[in-house]
Every structure is written in structure tokens, then in C-alpha cells.
């Protein structure tokens, strides 16, 4: 376990996968870095006891059974257990990707109209902000981190974070659990009229998740069509209001 990518392997012997934060959880183990678990035996115990407890008996039938595998039931479980590796994977490089081409062609459209781009910083108050008509990358704003800090003519701060899903399952994780969370974390500490928290989207949501979003104060924009978010930033400037 202290070999990263045997860690990985080993926690797909249950069923299903069980990810490294539930698995420190329900292990009651602060980290499984080599460090500690060649520290601390008795957390290498439990974790071995977490995964076996969830352990896929039908793809290691032989564990329950107390037996040596046959050869082709070594085989079917190396097979099903890669393929479910590689298309986690498959997965979360899809949406890692997705993410930086969003992030790159919202800071493009910023830059293009006017905006200028300031080092990241931490936004504890109003005054460590970017100034009206800048923006900065992925900073922490209180305690919470945003893709983009976007200070507004009109003195606002809109915190921007950029989301893509790959399924509608996937959206009330990444979008209410996430996006919409931290929006409501922003308002109030910052003050419903100060900030304006906002999410740029890709992929697929389901419809009652982006209902329930807005409803907590989240602004929503899609990144195949940044018009509107350029043209919200735009009303703020000397007599375009407040919107």
C-alpha cells in the first residue's frame, strides 16, 4: 500500500471502487502516505479490513470459498478489474481536459474584451481583490478556491468557477455540491450584493440541478457561448447598471 499505483489497484478490489477519501473515512486514517502507514500498523490493518469488508465476490469468488483461483478466474478478474480502472481514468482525464480548454477559452474572452489579467492571489477582504476590469486565475477567495476572480467596473467581485460534466449524474456533485456550495459560502461572507458567484458549464446536467443552483444565488453561463457572460460583465461599466 505504500506503492501509489498498487494503492490504486487495491482499492478496485471492492465492489464498487472505493475512493481514497471514503477510504481514509471509514479507516479513521488522517493519510496513507508511506510515511505514515509504515508508521502506524494498526491503520494499514484497517484499511485492509475496509476494502475487505466491500470486496466484489463475484469477481473473486475464491477469497469467500477459501481456495486457490483456476487460471481462468485469475484471468476474468485481472480483466474486469482493468477495465474499470482505465475507464475511471478515461474519465477523469476527459474531465481534466475539458476543464483546462474551458478555463483557457474563458480567460481568452476576458482578455479580448478589455479585461486584464493579474497574478492569483488570497481575497480575504475586498482590498486583496483584483481592481474594476481585471481578473486573476484560480485563487482563494475567504476559505474556498475559484477558477477566475473577476472584479466587476461596477466594484463587484464575480468568483467564476468552471465546471464540466460528463453525465446528469454527475452534475449535483459537481455543480450543487460543489459550485452551488461554495456560492452560498461566498455570499455570505462577502454580502449578497458584493459578490456575484458564477459558473461557466460543459457537458451534461440535469434540468432541476441548474434550477436548484440559480435558486442558491449561482449565476450560470455555458462555455460553448461566453456572449452572455461578456455582455453581463460589459452592463456593469459607467452607465450600464447593475444587473
Avoid at 479580448?112 to 484560480?138: I, N, Y
Wanted: net charge positive; glycine share 6%; proline share 5%.
Amino acid at each position: 500500500m505504500t506503492d501509489k499505483e498498487l494503492l490504486h489497484a487495491f482499492r478496485y478490489l471492492a465492489g464498487p471502487p472505493i475512493s481514497i477519501d471514503d477510504l481514509k473515512t471509514v479507516a479513521e486514517a488522517a493519510s496513507l502516505s508511506p510515511t505514515q502507514l509504515n508508521a502506524k500498523p494498526e491503520v494499514v490493518a484497517r484499511v485492509v479490513e475496509v476494502v475487505l469488508m466491500g470486496l466484489d465476490r463475484r469477481r473473486f469468488p475464491w477469497i469467500k470459498e477459501g481456495r486457490e483461483p483456476s487460471e481462468a478466474e485469475r484471468q476474468a478478474a485481472v480483466l474486469a478489474s482493468t477495465a474499470m480502472m482505465a475507464a475511471q481514468r478515461v474519465g477523469t482525464k476527459r474531465r481534466g481536459e475539458g476543464k483546462k480548454t474551458q478555463e483557457a477559452r474563458v480567460a481568452a474572452e476576458l482578455l479580448s474584451h478589455g479585461l486584464t489579467q493579474v497574478p492569483p492571489r488570497t481575497v480575504l477582504t475586498f482590498v486583496d481583490a483584483p481592481k474594476p476590469g481585471e481578473f486573476c486565475g484560480e485563487s482563494l477567495l475567504g476559505n474556498r478556491k475559484a477558477d477566475f476572480l473577476v472584479r466587476l467596473w461596477d466594484n463587484r467581485l464575480m468568483p467564476i468557477e468552471c465546471k464540466v460534466s460528463n453525465s446528469a449524474t454527475n452534475s449535483v456533485k459537481r455543480l450543487n455540491n460543489d459550485a452551488a456550495a461554495k456560492a452560498e459560502a461566498w455570499r455570505k461572507d462577502f454580502g449578497e450584493t458584493q459578490v456575484v458567484p458564477a459558473a461557466v458549464l460543459g457537458g451534461v446536467y440535469k434540468l432541476h440541478n441548474l434550477v436548484d443552483a440559480q435558486k442558491r444565488g449561482l449565476a450560470l453561463f455555458w462555455s460553448h457561448d461566453l456572449k452572455p457572460l461578456i455582455d453581463f460583465i460589459d452592463a456593469t461599466q459607467a452607465g450600464g447598471g447593475r444587473r
